[in-house]
Nanobody
């Protein structure tokens, strides 16, 4: 069992930056791929980024990679999402997730059904 707790969300204006963090506890954190998803009201959950246990990263191809950066710190069992140049379209609840998957096919981690554990989410609201 893995417990995930997100933090760092908030209300900001267009162009601002936020850094989301997710602390994992429970079973071996380093054995999981960690991902970030987001969900806006009335929309499906959308993949944002993931970082594998081997340090590889993958991003939603529809999002400018340069704005979002995922990183993980094994010493603190934390995965972070640095978000820059935020726009109102980034408004959503952001979820941290952990996957037991063990594949080099990174698009595997783009699908929410391939994750085993989820946090409760942190709200990001961007005003124009």
């Amino acid at each position: 069992q893995v417990q995930l707790v997100e933090s760092g969300g908030g209300q900001v204006q267009t162009g601002a930056s936020l850094r989301l963090s997710c602390v994992a506890s429970g079973r071996t954190y380093s054995a999981y791929t960690m991902g970030w998803f987001r969900q806006a009201p009335g929309q499906e959950r959308e993949f944002v980024a993931a970082a594998t246990m081997n340090g590889r990263t993958t991003y939603n191809r529809d999002s400018p990679k340069a704005r979002f950066t995922i990183s993980r710190n094994r010493a603190t069992n934390t995965v972070s999402l640095q978000m820059n140049s935020l726009t109102p379209e980034d408004t959503a609840t952001y979820y941290c997730a952990a996957s037991r998957g063990n594949t080099d096919i990174l698009t595997f981690y783009h699908k929410p059904e391939n994750y085993n554990y989820w946090g409760r989410g942190t709200q990001v609201s961007v005003s124009s």
